[in-house]
Nanobody
Framework: QVQLVESGGGLVQDGGSLRLSCAVS????????MGWFRQAPGKEREVVATISGSGGSTYLTDSAKGRFTISKDNAKNTVYLQMNSLKPEDTAVYYC????????????????WGQGTQVTVSS
């Protein structure tokens, strides 16, 4: 069974940076499309970024463009979300998800989910 473990969350000040990591086991990583999602208190879960299995195609939600970067290291079976210029509105629990079909992630449907990591940006 595929397992995903997120790490790298924490508390940062407005304008700071964090790098989230998601380690994947149980399946050939290069075949999996990956995504980062977040859910703030009282809000619906939203997609932040997705990346294809090969890493050749990426997507960022509008609010993340120019600030966040999603990347995939197939040799390490890890997907990353580099978050720069963080804002208080980025505060949320961040989840990584995996699917054999990229389109499913774009639709907000993951086949496998991590446990989440808290990101808090103070003002």
């Amino acid at each position: 069974q595929v397992q995903l473990v997120e790490s790298g969350g924490g508390l940062v000040q407005d304008g700071g940076s964090l790098r989230l990591s998601c380690a994947v086991s149980g399946r050939t990583f290069s075949t999996l499309a990956m995504g980062w999602f977040r859910q703030a208190p009282g809000k619906e879960r939203e997609v932040v970024a997705t990346i294809s299995g090969s890493g050749g195609s990426t997507y960022l939600t509008d609010s993340a463009k120019g600030r966040f970067t999603i990347s995939k290291d197939n040799a390490k079976n890890t997907v990353y979300l580099q978050m720069n210029s963080l804002k208080p509105e980025d505060t949320a629990v961040y989840y990584c998800a995996a699917s054999t079909l990229l389109v499913r992630l774009r639709l907000g449907v993951g086949d496998y989910w991590g446990q989440g990591t808290q990101v808090t940006v103070s003002s």
